[in-house]
């Protein structure tokens, strides 16, 4: 399952795979990855993908697995340590970004997910 | 030139040692004792106008009265500085080195500056609130110390702005600053592997938050054929404390046989332990080592029985090291006794 | 395997009718550089500029370094599988144009990332202010993709850098220095009495703007593997990294790893350098897994007793720095991390975004979060209004007067992870 607010992603992949979307910001996204990680799904990419700070993308996308289990604390922590890197950043806010730049963060975000779907 | 006012206890004003620990606060004119060395050290720079002596157990026992007795001390000298020790591994002076440092500090918003062992208790209480430079662990570090204190001392006195804890001498404080060092950071990286490889010693240039994980032992299978012992932080101790466990800074633990022992009384026993109002601890101690109620369960069968003997220390101010070796010692005391499971105790 | 590096030293650099290198000045033909990015048609326009240690210049947004080289004596040619072709490098001879580079510079994302200031308060934390600099800025046809513009620019640079560094083939160096890294077998009968070490080189390897190609592969598709030292002398790893500016290597830091120079200073004498081992730094966590695995197994089959670790990048890579150092030390082999910090502008935020209390031997290239003020530069090559929106400037970060408030993010090679710089924190 990929957890995402990159509407690109959405877009692309919302026929191959299981994909939350979710209208929100980048911490949102890590806090529903949370949620899910917490209720017995297995984190199976790093949430701070890519050294594009996250006070500079708005875009985040992360890919759990599609079935619950039991709770994995390694996935546990590093969704916690992932929100507590997030928070350091949030006090600079991202600044006025023009729909270009949007367009190209979108893009970043994706070709990182990509390379973890191996397509 | 830069006023100084230096803070110092019974042993380093001569006075004495720790018979005369209970000597209240009293201000000197000019320099005591190890003073002199910081004198030496700022030459025209600044002058030490005061020194404030205090006996470690008075200031311990009597924190709230030595604080404000100090700092109406402090005030009248209007200094640019306050200096408190070194007080190298001493743990009760260190303790008050960095307390009085701390309210100096808060109160008259003067700079302050102290110093310690590493592992002097004051150090992991103040290091993160006050500069404590890092001092050899006895008094026969007093010129090493001295000499990284009193350049610091000058700087703050100043207003100066503070670079790096490796740069200054004092103790991380978990704020990182950035400074150049004379090597590239891989040359640093091989010197470093070299002397890790060597079992030499090296100094990590970022350490690890601390962890201290201990992983928990399973479930104690049958609670009620158990052998449950009692162990506490809290400092209880019987009656008129025969061992003399200190107050804070404990040096030692103790080992007491409760056998026959239902009920833990005002006149028995007591509290040993100076971080905390001991009032309701000496009315019924029991509140702090749960005897009673562990003989109730022992009666009613909830608990296989209660081991004849509870160990306890003061966990106020106490060196980890030392907190960690007690516990190994009277550990294998626990399990050639036979005993199943422990019930810890702080405050 | 034994490779000679000859440095020719470059104290200046000029535009001059023939491109040539002449006590110790390199005089470049602007326009044939200009023809040869201009081969690549996905430029519409190219520009070539100079930029010297101590003039009054800004380079930005910064994509990547290279460093001049020939390969003069041995098998195959300088940057193996891009640029040459992909014949084993690492022995022979190679020359240097040692004091130059050629910095590529565009706008390829939104968000622009590297500074690099010749003089002032900014030059004391960029290496490449010392350097004599050729810079290309480029634009690309319109409505180019973003992946095809970098790949163009990243090709851009290693062209031009292999046409300077021809230029070198035929000098006489005026310092040659000589590293060779025995075989496994000879190596053990030549030191049987010194620590053997390895060196543990992670690559970012995450999507566009975050790859690294060994001999042409892209990184990401690599499992952990050896190379000898010297191969990496000769471009083996080239980058194509541009994010951040401050921790990413550039393909000069490649060139001139210091971890592998330091080690060699070492090598016959205190230690036995028995080789690197590359790594990735892949998003997918089974790769994270696989990879450590991999790169402790490694260690551990080469029969080293220590290895330095260096990273690349921020945020989830410390998860593989961490990774890397639980399993080797698991092995018995002592390791020793080089990262940098992220511990927000006021240094009291955590560090790292993992940590183990098997890192008990840490170096820091420092807080890159760092607020530094740049003042304005007479001349800025490249594009001066993207200030704002790089990787730690924020709103108002240019200044009408052209000055700059950023984090040391900003600055290309800043914080950089291999050790290259001095700068550290406590």
């Not at chain 2, 070796?325 to 019930?343: M, N, P, Q, S």
């Not at chain 3, 690349?312 to 998860?319: H, L, V």
Request: hydrophobic letters at 40%; aromatic letters at 8%.
């Amino acid at each position: 399952m990929i957890i995402t607010n990159n509407e690109l992603v959405y877009s692309k992949y919302k026929d191959d795979y299981d994909i939350l979307f979710l209208d929100g910001t980048y911490r949102d996204v890590l806090v529903k990855t949370r949620d899910k990680v917490h209720e017995g799904y297995e984190l199976l990419t790093h949430p701070l993908s890519s050294s594009i700070k996250p006070n500079e993308t708005p875009y985040k996308s992360v890919i759990i697995s599609d079935i619950k289990g039991n709770l994995n604390y390694n996935s546990v922590i590093i969704i916690e340590n992932s929100i507590m890197t997030f928070d350091k950043f949030n006090l600079n806010k991202i600044k006025n970004i023009n729909e270009k730049m949007k367009e190209d963060f979108k893009l970043i975000d994706l070709t990182v997910l990509k390379s973890a779907l191996n397509i | 030139m830069l006023k100084v006012v230096h803070y110092i206890n019974q042993f380093f004003a001569n006075i004495g040692g720790e018979e005369m620990a209970h000597v209240p606060a009293e201000v000197r004119e000019g320099i005591v004792g190890p003073g002199l060395a910081f004198q030496q050290a700022f030459g025209e720079e600044a002058e030490i106008v005061a020194t404030i002596v205090c006996g470690d157990s008075y200031f311990n026992e009597n924190m709230d009265e030595a604080k404000k007795i100090i700092i109406e001390m402090v005030k009248k000298y209007n200094p640019d500085i306050f200096i408190a020790g070194p007080a190298f591994n001493a743990g009760r002076y260190g303790v008050a080195c960095g307390t009085i440092a701390q309210a100096v500090k808060d109160e008259l918003n003067i700079p302050v500056l102290t110093g310690m062992y590493i592992e002097n208790p004051g150090a992991d209480m103040f290091k993160n609130s006050l500069y404590i430079v890092s001092t050899k662990n006895s008094a026969a570090g007093m010129r090493d110390a001295v000499k990284k204190m009193a350049p610091l001392a000058l700087k703050l006195a100043k207003g100066e702005k503070i670079g790096s804890s490796a740069e200054e001498g004092y103790m991380p404080n978990g704020t990182r600053v950035n400074f150049f060092e004379k090597e590239r950071g891989s040359k640093r990286a091989v010197k470093m592997l070299l002397n890790k490889l060597k079992d030499k010693e090296f100094v990590t240039e970022f350490p690890m938050p601390d962890f201290d994980r201990v992983a928990p032992n399973p479930a104690v299978k049958d609670v009620t054929k158990a052998k449950i012992a009692l162990v506490t932080s809290g400092g209880i101790v019987p009656k008129g404390n025969p061992d003399h466990i200190e107050s804070s800074s404990a040096s030692k633990y103790g080992k007491y046989d409760i056998e026959g022992v239902m009920d833990l009384t005002e006149e028995t026993y007591q509290t040993a332990h100076g971080g905390y109002d001991p009032v309701y601890a000496n009315e019924d101690p029991d509140r702090v080592l749960p005897v009673d109620v562990l003989r109730e369960f022992e009666k009613e069968g909830k608990i296989g029985s209660l081991h004849r003997y509870f160990y306890t220390t003061v966990g106020n101010g106490t060196a980890v090291k030392n907190a960690k070796a007690f516990a190994e010692k009277f550990a294998k005391e626990l399990v050639a006794d036979g005993v199943d499971a422990v019930i810890l105790t702080s405050t | 395997m034994k490779l000679e590096l000859g440095y020719v030293f470059i104290k200046d650099i000029q535009f001059a009718e023939v491109s040539k290198v002449e006590n110790g000045t390199l005089y470049v033909n602007r326009d044939e550089v200009k023809a040869l990015i201009l081969e690549d048609q996905n430029f519409k326009s190219a520009d070539v500029e100079l930029a010297r240690p101590g003039e009054s210049i800004r380079i930005m947004p910064v994509k990547d370094v290279i460093e001049p080289r020939v390969k003069v004596e041995g098998p195959g040619g300088i940057f193996p599988g891009t640029i040459n072709k992909v014949e084993t490098v690492g022995s022979g001879k190679t020359n240097v144009l040692k004091g130059a580079a050629v910095v590529t510079t565009g706008k390829i994302v939104g968000f622009q990332e590297g500074i690099i200031d010749m003089t002032g308060p900014g030059a004391e934390y960029t290496p490449f202010s010392k350097l004599n600099n050729l810079v290309l800025v480029c634009e690309p046809v319109d409505g180019l993709k973003q992946h095809e513009h970098e790949k163009a620019l990243r090709f851009a640079g290693y062209k031009v850098a292999v046409y300077l560094g021809e230029l070198a083939r035929a000098l006489t160096p005026d310092e040659v220095h000589t590293y060779e890294t025995p075989t496994l077998v000879e190596g053990i009968k030549l030191y049987p009495e010194l620590p053997r070490v390895a060196y543990v080189c992670m690559l970012q390897s995450q999507g566009l703007m975050h790859d690294t190609y060994v001999y042409g592969v892209d990184a990401k598709q690599i499992v952990p593997t050896l190379i000898y030292p010297t191969e990496v002398m000769d471009g083996a790893i080239a980058s194509g990294n541009c994010v951040s500016a401050c921790d990413k290597n550039t393909t000069y830091h490649h060139l001139n790893n210091p971890v592998i120079y330091d080690l060699f200073d070492e090598h016959g004498k205190t230690l036995n350098f028995v080789g690197v081992i590359i790594t990735n730094e892949n998003v997918y966590l089974a790769d994270k897994e696989r990879s450590s695995n991999w790169s402790s197994k490694l260690a551990e089959y080469l029969g080293v007793d220590g290895v330095v670790v260096s990273e690349e990048g921020f945020g989830n890579p410390d998860t593989d720095l961490i990774m890397n150092c639980k399993k080797i030390e698991a092995k018995g082999i002592k390791t020793v991390l080089i990262t940098d910090e992220y511990a927000g502008r006021d240094g009291t935020s955590q560090s790292l975004a993992d940590a183990d209390v098997k890192a008990d031997a840490v170096v820091t290239g420092g807080n890159a979060n760092m607020v530094i003020d740049l003042p304005a530069m007479d001349k800025v090559i490249g594009y001066p209004e993207v200030a704002d929106i790089i990787a730690g400037g924020f709103d108002g970060s240019l200044h009408a007067d052209g000055s700059i408030t950023a984090e040391l993010q900003v600055i290309t090679g800043a914080t950089n992870e291999m050790g290259f710089n001095k700068l550290s924190a406590r």
